[in-house]
């Protein structure tokens, strides 16, 4: 059974359905369960779920300690920037045992921040700093863009033998969408095509599905008919269902949050221009933030972002555009 | 000397002035976050004003003063206007930062308020290194850095401490404790319940006061200041104040109970105007004045902030880099070439800048010994201990430190030994130096260089080989260059150096010490212009760092075979010379892109990406890049050799787009 809860229960339900099934998992972070209250505390006890002061490294390392021993840890981190305090951890020690054992022990953590921008957090709460994960081998990196998805691939997330960076939208987290009850998982690796078409490829994370799914129903009355893939999962990438796409369309338009230069969605691009060249009519364009840090100011956020305007130009250019002249 | 400070009238009517000043400000801000005219993250120090007053006060406009989230107060305090402040909040123009920093990322250069951090401790190291640059200046300047008791968890806060004690340095930490960290109490953080017990095993003189109490607050902090003005080492001044507000505006506070009886004894406004009155400091006309002059002071300041424009938002992308600005570092001189190495070219580069500019110095791990490689040897011997400082292993610190120095006007370069370990100062170089310049409206810059060493080769496993350059140019507002060979390495370091921006500065281990020639005072080289090292028409070949000679090597090999490959050394990663890159793969209409990171997220994407959009018609085969696979890097030599790409996978990847749409008549194009 479906019904309609927020982004934010979805996760929480994910976490407290996994903690009930395996005692394994914990959850511990900061602020977390700051009154008696709280439905975690009340459910599982204050073993299993810890209230950690402000020491990104110390918790990340006690997560990666405890699930070397046997445990399950959900960390929960709040603001991915705070992450970069701690990323010898998230780098160098989590996705780095299975290797360095030769297999003998694993890794099994999450790591759950939140991303992307909410109005007026400025320069230092507004990291989009996912794509910087990409190259880490050993980490996995989900970035659920429906409810349906954040309680899908949490559980997932929880329940995978290795080190996974769980990154949600601030903005997303209100958002209402069908969720199924009981036990529900998402499979890593698999992008969701969200909306079918024949023109153009649009490749959207996060946040942007929706600014790509609304761009593509005003272009759809253009006669533009796009094609809208979430990848859900950037480690692993579903790279087939995107080039499968690409080889329909011939063209493809990547949108995405966090700055673009190095960006997650220049190495789809780079991916896509080596595997799809004979298919391609039109260079692959990025609609992306321009490569600066979030401005405080209003006005300066939105010249920033990426919005559907501009993915609605990028489509328009990919499909008009004649070669690019020297 | 006679006896310690007491606080008088003429000072009390100063300090109630500042702190009327605050909390109407404040208690506005408050209101105007509710109707919106104000928005983001706003953290109200109402409850904490005496301690803003009281250490501010006692300062000098060229004292600097580092705070955190809760800065409104300090940033008052210390001399911002607050029509400007207001303004910022607003997010106008005509805020302090242009409204580009906001309520977390106040900066008022010009009365020393140095910046406000939204990460928590993460103004601790910078502190350090302005107190450092005072120093070495030989002034008697001061800095202050307030914290609240969450950032004593934090681990800058033990490496700040540590170096400050170590260096003796002229800083004061002001621990605002008010016994909340966010949103849980300290008790639920941490065992010790004075935050100035914490720092006992460092040696230096530390005092709890109550915050409250501004008499005590002042005196105790004017015992601290005249002690640190006089070169005499840091000091503690933990205030104990309360915090009327939640975290944050719109915290709900269900975590809190009895704050209005607590308020009552604790409000330190009011306990301080009571003194004033009960000592005859000053007449109950007089305490209203100082209200009402204060309101009207904050209706003025809502007024001016509401008639200032929002900024240009083009402005955004103009104050992601510093301009450059001045004549070129070094100056050509002949052109006698001799034989050297990567390891004498960085070594040759740091003497001759540290001879031209007493503001650069050296910080890191064994520097003044010369490092594990060499190339900071003998800069100790000539330049002394002062400038060439050897470090703790504090990677977060000591990255703050040479952020803060730079800030204060050194040039310093540091080194963090493996980029391995420069994750554990990203939040430092992230969300501080490649930020700083932009979120304070370009009123500070951060002409630093950090060096670091990657690479594969040397056996040494998953954490001391990696090749992690990539993260950083997804960075706005740092620069990366990657030098290939001794020349470029002694050309570039000089250009980083007087750069006004953060420049990383990426090196190589497994070139170090290669032998090559160069000139022995190099001519200047720009960052962002790359090099074509072998012309070619065939295809272009980018490469980068360790992987340019593998390139060359395959070039010669391709060339054996009738087949001119033309080979690009960026040099500098950020900014990238995209053009030279696309006009070549424009001409030979086929690209491989070979580095040593890993192919999938690793920096040859970027350049694929850019390549793909600029040269799209002239593609004739798919951009092949040339990586290393993904995985960590394996320790075992046959594993590690393995692993690591060089000439043979060149070779393959330029034979590929050769022969992609047909066998090729060699030459024959």
Redesign the interface.
Known sequence: MAREIPYIAAINEAIHLEMARDERVLYFG??LA??E?DEFLKAFGADRVR?T??????EIGMAVGAALAGMRPVVELYMA??M??A??Q???EA??FR??SGGKVKVPLVLKAGYGFT???????T?S?Y??F?????LKIALPATAADAKGLMASAIRDENPVCFFHHYLLTLEPGEVPEGEYLVPFGQADVRRAGGDVTIVATGWMVGKALTAAESLSSEGIDAEVIDPRTLAPLDLATIVTSVEKTGRLVLVDQ??R???A???I???V???A?SA?R?????VTA????V??????E???LPDEAKIAGAVHQVLGSA??A? | MSGPPRLDREAALALLRTMWRIRCFEERVAKLKRSLLVHGLIHLSIGGEGVAAAVCGQLRDDDAVYSGHRAHGHAIAKGAPLERLMAELMGRDGGVCRGIGGSMHLVWRERGFMGATGVVGGNLPLALGDALAAHLRGSDQVTVVFFGDGAVQAGHFHESVNLAALWELPLIFVCENNGFAEFTPRSAHTPVERVSDVVAPYGFERETVDGSDVPAVWEAFADCLAVARAGRGPRLLECLTYRRRGHYEGDQQSYRTGQEEEWERRDPLARLQALALERGWLDSDTAHKLERDALHEVDRAVELGRASPFPEPSLAGQLVLAPIGGKPPSTPRGSITAETTFVKAVNGALARAMRADERVIVLGEDVAEGGPYTTTAGLAEEFGAERVRNTPISEGAVCGVAIGAAQAGLRPVVEIMFIDFLTLALDQLVNQAAKAHFMSGGQLCVPMVLRTQGGSGSRSGAQHSQSLEAWLTHVPGLKVVMPSSAADAAALLATAIADPNPVVFVENKALYFRRELAPEEPAPVPIGQARVVRPGRELTIVATSWLLAEALDAARRLSAEGIEAEVIDPRTLIPLDSATIAHSVRRTGRAVIAHEAVTIGGFGAEIAAQIQDLAFDCLEAPIQRVGAPFMPVPVTPPLEDAYRPGAEQVYAAARAVIEWDQPVEVGAR
């Open positions: 900061q602020n700051t009154t209250n209230v002061p402000i020491s990104e490294t110390a920037e705070f970069l305090v990323m010898d998230v780098v160098n996705p780095r290797y360095m109005a007026g957090w400025a320069g230092q709460h990291g700093i794509g910087m990409m190259g880490v081998p050993g966090a700055t230069h190095a960006s969605s220049a190495v691009a780079a991916e221009a080596d595997q060249f391609l039109a260079p692959i364009k990025q321009l490569d600066a840090t401005p405080y100011s209003e006005p300066m939105a010249f920033v070669p690019v020297a």
